[in-house]
């Protein structure tokens, strides 16, 4: 039997919409109206019981996002042209994370509360399953992504609790389908990277070294990205490697993100609590490709198109002193970097590309606000610096359904 989580939720509409066109002003909230009529039911899954059936799931070309009320998240699904939102299933987790499979009919959520598990929502059956790793000794899942369509690469450690730097986490694969798991080519690593169609993963690995100094406490880390193909037999490349003092608290080669054509990688390096800088390096070489400074309170968030042609990330322009926010789109086969008008300072929670590449989606919030109490905006990207955002109302950690 699966572990199914998901129930049956109902539809809302709220208000008239924002109209036909997508980039228009930027609109207030959206106020609340009567509830819509109900949409098809869905094809139950194989092993599903039936209370099962008969599920809500999210149109194609809408934005699922998680939204927030009275200490409750559920995902919702918003139609980027009318704003009109239907909620799809109540969460019994406060996300962290989502990550979205090859095809795009998966989302694999990581729950805020550290331990072995991890949550699947699959946008054709509307239904929530928990997947866990808990058989394989891990205590606490750190980061993850999708190997294929249905199954992820995950990383997990054996202890318990958040490290800063995850010296013990191992990759392991986990079958979102019938929740089989087995380590990953007894790789060690973290923050695992995939472009399924080119056959290439790029990770990240700590070791720890000895004292900084006699009687310091502050010990050497040494960081290191690795890029590697999925054939059987396939050996670590090594694409780049710092050494640094775990006093300082930084990360060189955070969360990559491989495109989808394996060609590229994007990293972010952070250490303090305003400053990040982004590099796109090549995925064969490690030959840093572009170098973006920005200010934003060391909020990294980046999305490659899904043709793999360019990356979105978000800056703060260091001249202005974080009191605007601009999106960015970097081209890096050109080696053009692109950015918005200049708009109303918010932290930038979650980028998100529609299939075709004419539509970017991002969750913002206040400076004080928590990251799934974020508005939904969207933008067109081929006209980037004179297009204003659309607000389509509450919604963070977007993703677009094919």
């Not at 228009?24 to 019981?49: D, E, H, M, Q, R």
């Not at 959520?109 to 054709?124: C, E, I, Q």
């Not at 000895?210 to 054939?231: C, D, H, P």
């Not at 659309?390 to 359904?401: E, H, I, K, N, Q």
């Amino acid at each position: 039997m699966r572990d199914v989580v998901g129930r049956r939720a109902g539809r809302t509409a709220l208000g008239a919409g924002l109209g036909a066109a997508l980039i228009v002003a930027i609109a207030l909230l959206c106020s609340a109206g009567a509830a819509g009529a109900s949409a098809p039911a869905a094809a139950a899954p194989a092993g599903a019981t039936s209370a099962h059936l008969g599920l809500i799931v999210p149109a194609s070309g809408s934005i699922v996002v998680v939204r927030r009320s009275a200490g409750q998240d559920s995902l919702w699904s918003v139609d980027p042209v009318t704003a009109t939102p239907t909620q799809l299933v109540n969460l019994p987790f406060r996300p962290t994370r989502v990550e979205q499979s090859p095809g795009g009919r998966r989302l694999a959520y990581l729950p805020s509360t550290a331990g072995p598990k991890v949550y699947v929502y699959d946008t054709r059956t509307g239904t929530l399953v928990r997947r866990s790793l808990a058989a394989r000794g891990v205590k606490v899942v750190d980061s993850l992504t999708w190997l294929s369509s249905t199954k992820l690469l995950v990383a997990g450690k054996s202890t318990r609790g958040v490290a800063f730097y995850p010296f013990a986490d191992r990759l392991y694969v986990l079958n979102a389908v019938t929740g089989a798991s087995a380590r990953y080519r007894a790789l060690s690593g973290t923050e695992p990277s995939v472009a399924p169609a080119a056959g290439r993963l790029v990770y990240v690995h700590f070791s720890e070294g000895g004292r900084v100094a006699s009687g310091s406490s502050a010990r050497w880390i040494t960081e290191r990205l690795y890029r590697i193909k999925l054939a059987a037999g396939a050996k670590p490349h090594l694409l780049a490697s710092v050494k640094y003092a775990d006093d300082v608290g930084i990360r060189l080669f955070h969360d990559p993100r491989l495109s989808p054509s394996g060609a590229y990688v994007i990293t972010s390096t952070t250490g303090s609590d305003i400053s990040v800088n982004y590099r796109v390096r090549s995925a064969a070489t490690g030959k840093v490709r572009r170098t973006v400074s920005t200010e934003l309170l060391g909020n990294d968030v980046t999305a490659w198109s899904n043709q793999g042609d360019r990356v979105a990330l978000w800056s703060m322009p260091l001249a202005d002193n974080t009191n605007t926010t601009q999106l960015l789109v970097y081209n890096p086969a050109g080696n053009v970097l692109r950015g918005s008008a200049k708009l109303s300072k918010v932290v930038v929670t979650g980028l998100a590309w529609s299939s075709n590449g004419d539509v970017l989606a991002c969750s913002v919030r206040g400076f004080t606000s928590p990251d799934d109490a974020a508005e939904l905006w969207t933008i067109a990207p081929a006209s980037l610096s004179s297009s204003v955002p659309t607000d389509l109302g509450a919604g963070s950690m977007p993703v677009f359904v094919p």
